[in-house]
T-cell receptor, first 118, second 109 residues
Framework: GAVVSQHPSWVICKSGTSVKIECRSLDFQATTMFWYRQFPKQSLMLMAT?????????EQGVEKDKFLINHASLTLSTLTVTSAHPEDSSFYIC??????????????FGPGTRLTVL | KQEVTQIPAALSVPEGENLVLNCSFTDSAIYNLQWFRQDPGKGLTSLLL?????REQTSGRLNASLDKSSGRSTLYIAASQPGDSATYLC????????FGTGTRLTIIP
């Protein structure tokens, strides 16, 4: 089955540093990847949509200069949290859409990355 | 703007009982609806996907229904087991998903 991995699975960093999270589709080509954020005891909120070879589309209220997204290949998207602050501490989950699947199907989720900013 | 609500927020049920989880949404436009489970600190596992033209889907002990006219979906779990304990999320959308608030289910052995 389709597998999406994320690395790292958890990270602790100091306030002001930048953190990069990778999302990889292991056995399919992902034309589109989505980045979600989940605060404790809350549901997932879409942050941005990442299309291979083009700029990401950010949801309202998400700072594009703070959350840098790069989708340089059909199997890899990265999210960089720049100048992280404690309020950025969250669970970040990516999903990848299989480009060969019909629209609305074939979206697979990664295991998530727990970010804690001290 | 689509709003997705799941009630109750938490549910405890004795093992073996059947149960129903509810999902309500405000925008009944043509969307797919998915049910996921999330174990603590983990990612999402897709359970069932109901396409916009469908009314229900079944997989093993799980049955999900979709009623767009009333803006509701239900997830029916038969003969519950302790391993079913998790948070269950519904989500609407074809590409970008809008997630519900989740129901934390505990099956009591």
């Amino acid at each position: 089955g389709a597998v999406v991995s994320q690395h790292p699975s958890w990270v602790i960093c100091k306030s002001g540093t930048s953190v990069k999270i990778e999302c990889r589709s292991l056995d399919f080509q992902a034309t589109t990847m989505f980045w979600y954020r989940q605060f404790p005891k809350q549901s997932l909120m879409l942050m941005a949509t990442s299309n291979e070879g083009s700029k990401a589309t950010y949801e309202q209220g998400v700072e594009k200069d703070k959350f840098l997204i790069n989708h340089a290949s059909l199997t890899l998207s990265t999210l960089t949290v720049t100048s992280a602050h404690p309020e950025d501490s969250s669970f970040y989950i990516c999903s990848a859409r299989d480009g060969l699947s019909p629209r609305g199907r074939g979206q697979f989720f990664g295991p998530g990355t727990r970010l804690t900013v001290l | 703007k689509q709003e997705v609500t799941q009630i109750p927020a938490a549910l405890s049920v004795p093992e073996g009982e059947n149960l129903v989880l509810n999902c309500s949404f405000t925008d009944s436009a043509i969307y797919n609806l998915q049910w996921f489970r999330q174990d603590p600190g983990k990612g999402l596992t897709s359970l069932l996907l109901i396409q916009s033209s469908q009314r229900e889907q079944t997989s093993g002990r799980l049955n999900a229904s979709l009623d767009k006219s009333s803006g509701r979906s239900t997830l029916y779990i038969a003969a519950s087991q302790p391993g079913d304990s998790a948070t269950y999320l519904c989500a609407l959308g074809n590409e970008k998903l809008t997630f519900g608030t989740g129901t934390r289910l505990t099956i009591i052995p």
